[in-house]
């Protein structure tokens, strides 16, 4: 596999730019396999990308959901030293940002999960003031936002996974006692958290993936100053961590993706030096190959899984901010 590259247009840090057409030499998709929809309120950029409604606030650190109806739910984040509590809806038929009701707690830097109840849980982050324990649930019927059960732990970059049983699994992440090894569930049932078994290693800045066997994938990450190349999956039907296979390269600040044949793409990140390099973990052999270089190093990007199955690499910060992406 490769990596095709191109250039994103960004005109300020509110403003939000959509897929409209990707094209290159071996595949191209339309606007129907993408979540873009153009118009009155939308302009076309360049060709292959449409800009669409500014938010409301220039956010980063933020959180973003897809809603059962489709709206987009944006959360949370901060603006210069300030963390915010103000959240935003994004309506791909119109392409416009409406606000909708605040978090009961500004947090950056935490975890969004949309439940099978519809409701989206919003766990931990931190404030400015220090890492978080609260909770809170979204209700998109009603616009409003109600606590819920606390964490065990205060924790900020963490990661957040759905089981197959509905269940949310939170792990890692880190608070003023460093980075943390605690696990802990949350029950949609009772609105409880639960801890489970410890991962082997406290890691934060470190990536979860579910994989089509129910496990949960964790890769990498940091540990107080250390770049971590170790992984480690996390079985539900025992709560018990098993570490597997080796990433060829210590990372945090990367990305996971899952691909259609269950494989998991780790690209780029941080190990004190911006990665270009990507690999993939093989869940049958428990092993990682490496694949074709980004065209860019980066960290802080984000990927998203297309219809087509492609991989989009976007943004991310390697000593620039970067508006390009590339696909996979």
């Known amino acids: ?49 449409t800009i669409t409604g500014t938010m409301s606030m220039a956010r980063a650190h933020h959180t973003a959901s897809t809603l059962a109806n ?46 099978a109840n519809g409701l989206v849980l919003v766990a931990g982050g931190s404030n400015g003031n220090g890492s978080l324990n609260s909770t809170e649930l979204y ?30 699994l939170v792990a890692g992440g880190s608070n003023s006692g460093g980075s943390l090894n605690s696990v802990e569930l949350y029950n949609l049932s009772t609105g409880t958290w639960a801890t489970t078994g410890n991962m082997n ?9 579910t994989l089509a066997n129910g496990l949960v994938l964790v890769t990498g990450g940091r540990n107080g100053n250390v770049y971590l190349n170790n992984v480690e999956l996390y079985n539900p039907s025992t709560g018990i961590w098993t ?17 259609a044949n269950g494989s998991i793409l780790v690209a780029g990140g941080f190990n004190g030096t911006f990665l270009n390099d990507a690999e993939l973990y093989n869940p049958s052999t428990g092993t990682w190959t490496t694949t074709g270089n980004m065209n ?21 910060y390697n000593g620039a901010y970067h508006n390009s992406a590339e696909l996979y």
């Open 201 to 209: 290693v406290a890691r934060k800045y470190h990536a979860a993936s």
């Open 70 to 115: 489709g709206l987009v739910l944006v959360a949370g984040g901060s603006i210069g030293n300030g963390s915010l509590n103000s959240t935003e809806l994004y309506n791909s038929s119109t392409g416009i940002w409406t606000t909708t009701g605040s978090m009961n707690a500004a947090r950056a830097d935490h975890t969004a999960s949309t439940l």
């Open 243 to 259: 570490a597997t296979g080796n990433m060829n390269f210590a990372r945090g600040f990367h990305t996971a993706s899952t691909l």
């Open 1 to 49: 596999m490769f990596w095709i590259f191109f250039v994103l247009l960004i005109f300020s840090t509110s403003d939000c730019i959509l897929i409209d057409q990707i094209i290159s030499t071996s595949s191209s998709t339309s606007s129907s396999t993408t979540s873009s929809t153009t118009s009155s309120s939308t302009t076309t950029a360049a060709p292959g990308w």
């Open 139 to 168: 209700n998109p019927s009603t616009g409003t936002w109600t606590t819920t059960g606390h964490m065990n732990f205060a924790r900020a970059d963490h990661t957040a996974s759905i089981l197959a049983n509905g269940s949310i």
């Open 296 to 316: 860019v190093a980066r960290q802080y990007h984000a990927a998203s899984t297309l219809a087509n199955g492609s991989i989009l690499i976007t943004g991310g």
